[in-house]
């Protein structure tokens, strides 16, 4: 038998680049200071706030569900690029907030927004969602799998949030950020420097819904956390890889304007930027002290407020890094919308 000729499979073409075009956010509308923390757990404002920079937190209401927050993000990310809906062709979704093993919340947020047809699915990257969002949106605009990418960082913690355990529950928080990605003819993603350190699986994680079911004690799983080891992970580790992350961007510290890390603990922003060594002018992200720790929304919600207060500005070129359960990480250096 001759052997037939097999067909050659036609390559999609995508943009030069990628770049963010638009942002949006939402926080939980009910404000939580530490004070009013410290009614609920054996700590002090003083405590809280020296430890980790946080001075008040975000809580969502009832209302406020992960899906009602993504949409209300995109809308605003939508509205500021001039797109409509029916332009999106996908919607990618950093979460662990969202319940339903399927369908996915992208998905919901598709219907709700009007996208109907668009690509759309979650990842759970916990808070380095968002930056692996990042990468995987940069990915698909430049191989031709999508032109419009709404990637979204949703968090409702504090449903999750173990107000039993003092180590953690003055920490979490609930918004939603979205970031829609274009086309660019000039690079305005660098590359994603990411990975995990697998070995620490355990040092953060979430109940199960089977430990809920064997434990009617609450209605939602928890959230556990060896904060001291995260920590240490995070001074040693990711600082160096928020290091590498520049390099590989082809750039110094010098030329960043910006540095919006994960909003974790301040200590491990003001650590990171002692060994990188940013100059005085970059202008470096404290969102964490009036919003606490909301995970994958963290950085997305971080740049929205800063472009809105003129804190940076469209074309500046910001490093951003995440990292969380897992243990995982990633950061890249972006230029802003
Ligand atoms: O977003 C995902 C990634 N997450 C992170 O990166 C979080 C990383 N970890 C942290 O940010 C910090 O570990 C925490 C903020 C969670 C805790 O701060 P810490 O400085 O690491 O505190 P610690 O757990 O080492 O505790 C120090 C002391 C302990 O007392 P002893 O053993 O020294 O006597 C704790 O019992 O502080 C005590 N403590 C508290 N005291 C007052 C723990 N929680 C509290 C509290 N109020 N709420």
Not at 92 to 104: K, M
Not at 151 to 159: A, C, D, N, P, R
Not at 167 to 194: E, I, K, N
């Amino acid at each position: 038998m001759p052997d037939t000729p097999r067909p050659t499979l036609t390559q999609a073409q995508g943009a030069p680049s990628s770049r963010m075009l638009a942002t949006g956010s939402v926080r939980g509308s009910r404000v939580v200071s530490n004070e009013e923390m410290c009614t609920m757990i054996d700590s002090t404002p003083e405590w809280i706030q020296q430890r980790t920079g946080i001075t008040e937190r975000r809580w969502a209401t009832a209302e406020e569900t992960p899906r009602s927050m993504a949409v209300e993000a995109a809308r605003k990310a939508l509205a500021k690029a001039g797109l409509e809906p029916s332009q999106v062709d996908a919607i990618v979704i950093a979460t662990v907030s969202h319940h339903r093993p399927s369908p996915s919340l992208a998905t919901y947020v598709a219907h709700d927004l009007g996208s109907i047809g668009a690509a759309a699915f979650d990842i759970n990257a916990a808070c380095a969602g968002f930056c692996y969002c990042t990468s995987l949106a940069d990915s698909m605009i430049r191989s031709g799998s999508a032109t419009h990418i709404l990637v979204i960082g949703v968090e409702k913690l504090s449903e999750m949030t173990n107000i039993a355990d003092r180590g953690t529950a003055f920490l979490f928080s609930d918004g939603a950020g979205a970031v829609l990605f274009g086309p660019s003819q000039t690079s305005a993603v660098g590359p994603a420097v990411w990975g995990s350190a697998a070995d620490k699986v355990e040092t953060i994680e979430i109940e199960d819904w089977t430990q809920v079911a064997d434990h009617p004690r609450v209605s939602h799983p928890l959230i556990a956390m060896d904060g001291r080891n995260v920590f240490k992970w995070a001074m040693t580790s990711v600082v160096r890889k928020a290091g590498e992350a520049i390099a590989e961007a082809g750039i110094t510290p010098t030329d960043l304007d910006a540095f919006i890390p994960h909003q974790a603990n301040d200590r491990i922003t003001d650590a990171m930027l002692r060994h990188l060594k940013l100059p005085e002018s970059v202008e470096v992200c404290h969102d964490i002290a009036d919003m606490g720790n909301t995970s994958a929304a963290s950085i997305p919600i971080a740049i929205d407020r800063m472009l809105e207060r003129g804190q940076v500005h469209s074309g500046d070129l910001a490093l951003i890094i995440g990292f969380g359960a897992g243990l995982v990480f990633a950061g890249q250096v972006v230029v802003l919308p």
